[in-house]
Every structure is written in structure tokens, then in C-alpha cells.
């Protein structure tokens, strides 16, 4: 059975390391639409932060679909319609945001209009991921974060003090959110119900296709949901070894054009 949807995760997969689209990508890309196969790009990402490469691929044609905030919002990117949409409370936001005190590690939320956090001395990867998703920085605190509608946070901090940080995280956290370690400096929390896996599962629903016709390509922990939901799990060469393991196939790296590798090896005809 042909496979009819492929998602794809951007940094370390789609992406070179100078976070660049080989030619070689883009053109199996083009190919697989032609053919009628919907490539969906599936990141932590927020809509910002996709939109350039959305632009890029042609992937906001009628019936494209793009899983941001991993798996937090689902959007139809023709129309801007949100699909799916987990978001988090104001309780949980004071619990995350008082743990990481005690814990002493840096944290911001973010939401669909920017980044938010309540540290004074703003931390350093709070930067680059504004850098990196194209999103301004807002200075709030506790208090005056009520009325956001929040969509994602994340423990932000050096590998060695966020290892030691994960390592107090008592498990009634782990219990109720989807927590994801997707970069060594980044560990991130979602409402429960927010997984790529889950957003896959439903758009593959809503297309009336089944397991066998889904492919999913990734290379972190925060990609093992969408691996694992799919018939046709794909990791980079450049993957965690964890992920190989749950993996049907391996293709090449990321600075290699894995992805088009994959697309043109398990899908083109």
C-alpha cells in the first residue's frame, strides 16, 4: 500500500546543520506532491518559525497541514484554520513556572504571538529560540500572564544544569504533561493531549488513510511520538541511537539530503 503522508521534523532532519534546504530535498519534495502525497512538516516550532519554509516547499496549497508546537497546534496553512489546538492553564503555568525556580533553571512559555518569561537576567537560549522561530521576547510576570493563552513551555538552560534539573522533576509532572527533552538545552512541556503523534493520527483520520499509508521522519527524542504513531518510522543517520531502534528505516543525514533520500528510496514510484 502506497504511502500517502509523510511528516517531517525541520532541525536536524529537513534541515542541513546551517539550517538550509538542499536542492536535492526541495525537488523530491515538489515530486511527492506532484504524485499527491501531503508532506507535512511536524516541529516544536511555533507558526512563525515555519512559515519561511512553508513559503519555501509550496506547502500552503489547499489540503496542506503543518503540526507546530509538537503537536500543541495543528493548522490548515492555506487558510490559517487551526485543526487542533492543546493549550495550557493559567495553574499550569504557575506550577511549571514555580518549579523552575526551585529547580533554578531558566524558563519561558510561549504563545502563537511571541515568548514569554519571567526571568530578569533573560536567558541565553530564550535568545536563540527567538532568533530561531522569528518571535519577539516579553519581559511579564507570574501575575500578569492570566489572560495568554499558552501553548507550550520550556526549561531552557545549560545541557549540565538542565540534566540536573530533568533529574528533581517529580513524576506528578511527567504524569501530567507531555514533557520532551528535544534539544540538550531545551526540555519542553505541553498539555497532555499535545504529541506529533497524536496530531499525525489525526490528520491520517481526517485523510482516511491508514498506518501503513503514514511515514514519519525525524532524528530527536521529540520526534519518537510521531515514529512511533506511523506504519513507516524513518531516522536520520544522524538520529539518536534510542530512535534507530523503534526505526523501520534509516536513511542518510541531514547534511546528506536524508529526507530526500527517504522520499525518493520508500515513497516516489
Not at 526549561?155 to 507531555?178: N, R, S
Amino acid at each position: 500500500m502506497s504511502i500517502k503522508l509523510v511528516a517531517v521534523d525541520i532541525d536536524g532532519t529537513l534541515l542541513t546543520n546551517d539550517r538550509k534546504v538542499t536542492p536535492e530535498v526541495f525537488e523530491a519534495v515538489q515530486e511527492a506532491k506532484k504524485q499527491g502525497v501531503k508532506v507535512i512538516i511536524a516541529t516544536g516550532r511555533p507558526i512563525p518559525g515555519v512559515q519561511p519554509l512553508l513559503n519555501e516547499l509550496n506547502l500552503k496549497e489547499e489540503g496542506d497541514y503543518v503540526i507546530t508546537f509538537n503537536g500543541g497546534l495543528v493548522q490548515d496553512t492555506s487558510t490559517g484554520e487551526n485543526i487542533i489546538t492543546e493549550t495550557m492553564t493559567y495553574e499550569d503555568y504557575l506550577d511549571i513556572e514555580f518549579l523552575s525556580r526551585k529547580l533554578d533553571v531558566h524558563m519561558h512559555a510561549i504563545t502563537k504571538q511571541g515568548i514569554y518569561t519571567a526571568n530578569r537576567n533573560i536567558g541565553k537560549y530564550t535568545v536563540h529560540e527567538s532568533s530561531l522561530v522569528n518571535m519577539p521576547i516579553f519581559y511579564r510576570t507570574p501575575e500578569e500572564m492570566g489572560d495568554k493563552e499558552i501553548i507550550k513551555m520550556m526549561y531552557i538552560d545549560e545541557p549540565e544544569v538542565l540534566d540536573a534539573a530533568i533529574e528533581k522533576i517529580p513524576q506528578e509532572f511527567f504524569d501530567k504533561y507531555t514533557i520532551v527533552k528535544s534539544t540538550p538545552f531545551y526540555l519542553e512541556f505541553m498539555n497532555k493531549k499535545a504529541s506529533k503523534g497524536n496530531a499525525i493520527k489525526h490528520l491520517a483520520e481526517k485523510m482516511g488513510l491508514t498506518a501503513e499509508q503514514t511515514m514519519a521522519i525525524g532524528d530527536a527524542e521529540n520526534d519518537r511520538a510521531m515514529l512511533e504513531a506511523v506504519g513507516n518510522p524513518v531516522v536520520m543517520e544522524n538520529g539518536t541511537p534510542e530512535l534507530k531502534e523503534i526505526a523501520k528505516y534509516i536513511t542518510k543525514s541531514n547534511e546528506e539530503s536524508g529526507v530526500a533520500h527517504a522520499l525518493r528510496e520508500w515513497v516516489l514510484k
